[in-house]
T-cell receptor, first 115, second 116 residues
Framework: DTGVSQDPRHKITKRGQNVTFRCDPI?????LYWYRQTLGQGPEFLTY????????KSRLLSDRFSAERPKGSFSTLEIQRTEQGDSAMYLC?????????????FGEGSWLTVV | AQSVTQLDSHVSVSEGTPVLLRCNYS??????LFWYVQHPNKGLQLLLK??????LVKGINGFEAEFKKSETSFHLTKPSAHMSDAAEYFC??????????????FGTGTRLTIIP
């Protein structure tokens, strides 16, 4: 499978714990995105990388959230001191201007439940 | 600011009958518009996209959408519904913002139910 891969697919954690999600984009896609989707809502933009540079962050991304893409390939999204309001699906996506006119491809998401 | 409004949160149709999912958009510039589908516990799959070429866009699985600038609409249609079409559908608008970021703004979704 050469699509966007996310790990873990499901995570249950206690409030106050830290969690980390990993995203492997489609090979050679230089753009990578994180979105968050809560129940009954559409996904909301969190942050954007072009290669290893984080170029945009949403106001939704509080100080407890940090995303990295150290070598311009895979990315991690860490949530520190989780709160119940962080329960959501975290979607990763990737794109490249040379691939179908920068069509954005999404992974299957990582479900987070904070108890 | 860009936004989309999906006019129906839930649509039910019988198998074999036409599907119409309605979407209106608001954008400061010439937008790119998309429809994505999300099956239960799955990620988002692109159905089709409009990027200022032909106003009638054909997508996968027999879906198509028509861009109507005068009505600021981008409704999704399919002539004959299939059971496998049951899913959540999102209308999405995109503007190019900083550093080439194609920032997507999603609607709240329309849940499509197919009645056997």
């Amino acid at each position: 499978d050469t699509g966007v891969s996310q790990d873990p697919r499901h995570k249950i954690t206690k409030r106050g714990q830290n969690v980390t999600f990993r995203c492997d984009p489609i090979s050679e896609h230089n753009r990578l995105y994180w979105y968050r989707q809560t129940l009954g809502q559409g996904p909301e933009f969190l942050t954007y990388f072009q290669n290893e540079a984080q170029l945009e962050k949403s106001r939704l991304l509080s100080d407890r959230f940090s995303a990295e893409r150290p070598k311009g390939s895979f990315s991690t999204l860490e949530i520190q001191r989780t709160e119940q309001g962080d329960s959501a699906m975290y979607l990763c996506a990737s794109s490249s201007p040379s691939d179908s006119g920068n069509t954005i491809y999404f992974g299957e998401g990582s479900w987070l439940t904070v108890v | 600011a860009q936004s989309v409004t999906q006019l129906d949160s839930h649509v039910s149709v019988s198998e074999g009958t036409p599907v119409l999912l309605r979407c209106n958009y608001s954008s400061s510039y010439s937008p790119s518009l998309f429809w994505y589908v999300q099956h239960p516990n799955k990620g988002l799959q692109l159905l089709l996209k409009y990027t200022s070429a032909a106003t009638l866009v054909k997508g996968i699985n027999g879906f198509e959408a028509e861009f109507k600038k005068s009505e600021t609409s981008f409704h999704l249609t399919k002539p004959s519904a299939h059971m496998s079409d049951a899913a959540e559908y999102f209308c999405v608008v995109s503007d190019l913002v900083n550093f080439g970021n194609e920032k997507l703004t999603f609607g709240t979704g329309t849940r499509l139910t197919i009645i056997p």
